[in-house]
């Protein structure tokens, strides 16, 4: 099951484990990133889709992206296509 990014949790409540959560992304043209929180994208290592829910009134249109940071973390972040905005997620 893919987790809800819209779903904002109240303040000061517990998150729920593995919630995405709001990272600022600059896009190259062709919609990958180009950076993530300021840190410099050093390789998109796999790129992948996800479409479900679509008969749904929530549908989930997300493209997916495992980079590496310039400091050599790794990341996994999404463009949730039907928000337009960029959010983080650990892979389990």
């Known amino acids: 099951m893919v987790a809800p990014a819209r779903a904002a949790s109240a303040s000061g409540s517990a998150r729920r ?3 995405p959560v709001h990272v600022r992304v600059e896009a190259h043209v ?3 990133p180009r950076r993530v929180n300021r840190s ?3 390789l998109v290592r796999e790129e992948w889709r ?3 829910r679509w008969w749904t009134e929530t549908p ?3 493209r997916y992206f495992d980079v590496v940071l310039a400091g050599g973390e790794h990341a996994v972040v999404f463009h949730d296509e039907e928000v337009g905005s960029w959010f983080s997620q650990r892979g389990t």
Do not use: C, K
Request: aromatic share 0%.
């Open 40 to 42: 410099q994208v050093t």
């Open 17 to 19: 484990l593995n919630e």
């Open 60 to 62: 989930i249109s997300r």
């Open 50 to 52: 996800v479409a479900d």
């Open 30 to 32: 062709d919609g990958s």
